[in-house]
């Protein structure tokens, strides 16, 4: 879920990035966007679908709070 969409996706992301050779900039754009919180509109339309629109939220919710100290901690891997 979320951990898998904040963490595991970006380091996939750095990893694949690093074996393909990617300059350093493009690969920490690259790995910053996979580390993105999940989308407002994705939530709203699960909610207009009525596809449990509390959980939805709740994703969305907890995916920012969480990427305030993930996206600093990524930012902080790439420079080193």
Do not use: F, H, Q
Request: cysteine-free.
């Amino acid at each position: 879920g979320l951990a898998g969409k904040l963490v595991v996706v970006p380091a996939l992301a750095l990893g694949a990035a690093v074996l393909v050779g990617l300059p350093v900039d493009v690969r920490a754009v690259l790995v910053l966007e996979m580390a993105m919180p999940p989308m407002i509109t994705a939530m709203a339309l699960a909610a207009a679908a009525g596809l449990a629109p509390a959980l939805a939220s709740a994703m969305v919710g907890y995916g920012v709070v969480a990427s305030l100290v993930l996206l600093p901690l990524w930012r902080w891997v790439l420079a080193g």
